[in-house]
């Protein structure tokens, strides 16, 4: 059964950082383009930074240079780095991957919440 948690949301203040995880389980976790998406409230979900198949990766035009995904197939976790954090960056935080018949993750679990404020 595929279970992918995130953690490392919070709170903090315009500028801050924070590094989000989500450990996977379940999964042949080296064989997914993992990324990260963000809802924030009454907007829709939206991909935030992902790993292509092909091992590259891609960003969301706002938060190009700011946030950085990375991965550790060792751990089965991948990461996401955020740095110069803005209000609009407030947004629950999944971690998933699309496959052929549709997400990883059909529930999407609980996310992290991350919070930019002063």
């Known amino acids: 059964q595929v279970q992918l948690v995130e953690s490392g949301g919070g709170l903090v203040q315009p500028g801050g950082s924070l590094r989000l995880s989500c450990a996977a389980s379940?999964?042949?976790?080296?064989?997914?383009?993992m990324g990260w998406y963000r809802q924030a409230p009454g907007k829709q979900r939206e991909l935030v930074a992902q790993?292509?198949?092909?091992?590259?990766?891609n960003y969301a035009d706002s938060v190009k240079g700011r946030f950085t995904i990375s991965r550790d197939n060792a751990k089965n976790t991948v990461y996401l780095q955020m740095n110069s954090l803005k209000p609009e960056d407030t947004a629950v935080y999944y971690c998933?991957?699309?496959?052929?018949?549709?997400?990883?993750?059909?529930?999407w679990g609980q996310g992290t919440q991350v919070t930019v404020s002063s």
């Open positions: 790993f292509t198949s092909g091992g590259s990766t």
């Open positions: 379940g999964i042949r976790f080296s064989s997914y383009a």
């Open positions: 998933n991957a699309p496959t052929s018949w549709g997400f990883l993750s059909a529930d």
